[in-house]
């Protein structure tokens, strides 16, 4: 438990940061996912390109993490040590035309692939990124208008969020826990990243969206959309109003053949997520799941590799939380897909956060959270968040 001890270091650390952040300080920051149907306005002539970046500090530590990564079920040590880890990503967005973007992005971080906060991690953290400390190519992607109604969006390198029309959700999308910003539809947004295009059709209030990733598309063992590769394909239809938003997705995901059971590890899963907005501070956004697998000849046994079950989850966002600026958050759902089975026993995981905004550039999030396990301990966590958007 030597976790919450180290923690108490955090505000002689916070204090030594401060300072330099305020120093920091830039023009407003506008947000990395607001690129669907806007326009560039960097000037006159073309092409022309904007540059954004986002670095962003995590110090923190968990405990209920053994070495072996179960959850506490080894008698190894646990990996309770406070850690500091950080990510950047450096983000350049060229267009041609003033309506059309070529977006491409960097990234670098030292989140361990299997540590508690990594991305294969028990407590995986939204902006949690592993590349060994090298400068990788994080997303590569074209979006371009057809007609006043409709955009397309390709490339070799997105996420599956990249090409969606709609995010339905006010609750922040760099939060604490990856787990609860997925729109509460964790099988049917799951963010997959790879090769792929979608279509975006608007008009008035309606939005609609198909689109595919593959995921073997750069392995040429595999390649793209072959009946061995791991492809998703999503339809999205939503309603966007001032005040509210109401999305129905739908995702097949086709998770790679084999020759004893060609649909072994596919499934299709549906999501209704939305948001509503109370006055000019409060939000409310809440969405659920359902996956269903698509090998109904053994469902839910060893033969299965994939289960039915269902995920939801609930958001609420308070904006100038106490002071003008500061932000405060609450999320609550499913820690992993809910099953069937008896015995089960339906694990969630919760978070609460609260933003300190320094200047319009810098902000210090401290976070706490807890991520229930089925039949194992639960993982407590706590950690200070700096973001700085330049």
């Not at 190894?76 to 040590?81: A, H, I, P, V």
């Not at 049917?188 to 008035?204: F, N, Q, V």
């Not at 239809?237 to 097949?252: F, G, I």
């Amino acid at each position: 438990m030597r976790l919450f001890a180290q923690l108490i270091s955090i505000p002689a650390v916070l204090g030594f940061m401060t300072p330099i952040a305020v120093q920091a300080g830039g023009e407003k920051h506008i947000g990395h996912h607001d690129h669907h149907g806007s326009h560039m306005n960097m000037g006159d002539s073309y092409p022309s390109t904007m540059f954004m970046g986002k670095t962003t500090f995590v110090l923190g530590g968990v405990d209920g993490v053994s070495d072996s990564g179960m959850g506490g079920m080894s008698t190894s040590d646990e990996k309770d040590g406070t850690v500091f880890h950080y990510d950047t990503k450096l983000m350049f967005m060229t267009s041609f035309t003033g309506q059309d973007m070529l977006k491409t992005a960097v990234r670098v971080g030292n989140f361990g692939m299997m540590e508690p906060f990594g991305m294969m991690g028990e407590a995986r953290l939204d902006t949690a990124f592993s590349s060994n400390d090298s400068l990788e190519l994080h997303k590569a992607f074209y979006q371009f208008p057809v007609g006043d109604d409709i955009h397309v969006t390709f490339g070799p390198k997105l996420r599956q969020d990249d090409l969606l029309g709609v995010w339905p959700s006010t609750y922040p999308g760099d939060g604490v826990l990856f787990v609860l910003n997925q729109a509460g539809a964790n099988d049917t947004y799951s963010k997959k990243m790879g090769a792929g295009a979608g279509i975006t059709w608007s008009h008035d209030k309606l939005v609609a969206s198909a689109l595919f990733v593959s995921e073997d598309a750069s392995n040429s063992s595999i390649g793209f959309l072959a009946d061995e590769g791991k492809d998703h394909t999503t339809a999205q239809l939503a309603w966007v109003d001032e005040k509210y938003t109401l999305s129905a997705a739908y995702t097949q995901a086709d998770n790679g053949n084999t020759d004893n059971s060609p649909d072994i590890n596919d499934y299709s899963s549906f999501g209704i997520s939305g948001s509503y907005q109370f006055g000019d501070d409060y939000s409310l956004s809440a969405g659920m799941g359902w996956k269903n697998p698509d090998n109904d000849d053994s469902p839910d046994t060893s033969m299965n590799k994939v289960e039915d079950g269902n995920t939801w989850s609930i958001g609420f966002l308070w904006n100038n939380a106490l002071i003008e600026g500061n932000k405060f958050g609450f999320g609550i759902g499913t820690a992993e897909t809910h099953r069937d089975d008896s015995g089960y026993d339906d694990p969630l995981a919760w978070e609460a956060f609260y933003d300190f905004k320094v200047n319009d550039s810098v902000t210090v999030t401290p976070a706490i959270f807890v991520i229930e396990k089925d039949g194992q301990e639960d993982v407590n966590g706590a950690l200070v968040k700096t973001t700085f958007n330049f």
